[in-house]
């Protein structure tokens, strides 16, 4: 079985601050691990993906997620965050099938 | 490339009234395709996925129905509509032994 928690429902940031948005998982196995993002209205798009090469994933929009195994997490990362990053980000587990997060909500204040 | 349509973007029905929404996936072959509903507030729920022609399978019991009739079409239906059924409905693919899943725009449905 698997799943993924994610452990923030809401996150605010100020303008060029970082970001850090949290993600744990569980899986039997060796799983592959997601982060999508999601705007208003939006489909889901694919901000990086961990599929058991480098431990640290860089994606788009200057975002980064390091898998980290003794710690079962997956946390998103980026040094400074813009205004167009506020967004639904979810966390994804993959073996078989995939199981979402529940997401994290980014809020970028001016 | 691939690329994956959905329509109506958006839709406005009554209760009790039918549904159809579609997802056609363009630039590959023989897909798993997906239906996942966003409800206010909530993450995603997968409501059915399919690995061929005519093989659907449901996740969660409810009054909506899937068909694919065609390789690269996925059509998600209701005959009666309820209230609860309003939400954010995006459709997605992914290659046969594939990771990572591609997701529609997104059908944005409210029912009144």
């Known amino acids: 079985a698997q799943s993924v928690t994610q452990l923030d429902s809401h996150v605010s940031v100020s303008e060029g601050t970082p970001v850090l948005l949290r993600c744990n998982y569980s899986?039997?196995?060796?799983?592959?691990l997601f982060w999508y993002v999601q705007h208003p209205n939006k489909g889901l798009q694919l901000l990086l993906k961990?599929?058991?090469?480098?431990?640290l994933v860089k994606g788009i929009n200057g975002f980064e997620a390091e898998f980290k195994k003794s710690e079962t997490s997956f946390h998103l990362t980026k040094p400074s965050a813009h205004m167009s990053d506020a967004a639904e980000y979810f966390c994804?587990?993959?073996?078989?099938?995939?199981?979402f997060g529940a997401g994290t909500r980014l809020t970028v204040k001016p | 490339s691939q690329t994956i349509h959905q329509w109506p973007a958006t839709l406005v029905q009554p209760v009790g009234s039918p549904l159809s929404l579609e997802c056609t996936v363009e630039g590959t072959s023989n897909p798993n395709l997906y239906w996942y509903r966003q409800a206010a507030g909530r993450g995603l729920q997968l409501l059915f996925y399919s690995v061929g022609i005519g093989q659907i399978s449901s996740e969660v019991p409810q009054n909506l129905s899937a068909s694919r009739p065609q390789d690269r079409q996925f059509i998600l239906s209701s005959k009666k509509l309820l209230l609860s059924d309003s939400g954010f409905y995006l459709c997605?693919?992914?290659?046969?032994?594939?990771?990572?899943?591609?997701f529609g725009p997104g059908t944005r449905l409210t029912v009144l």
């Open positions: 994804v587990v993959s073996y078989n099938d995939m199981r």
């Open positions: 997605a693919w992914r290659l046969t032994g594939g990771n990572e899943q591609f």
């Open positions: 899986s039997s196995y060796s799983p592959s």
């Open positions: 961990y599929t058991s090469a480098a431990t």
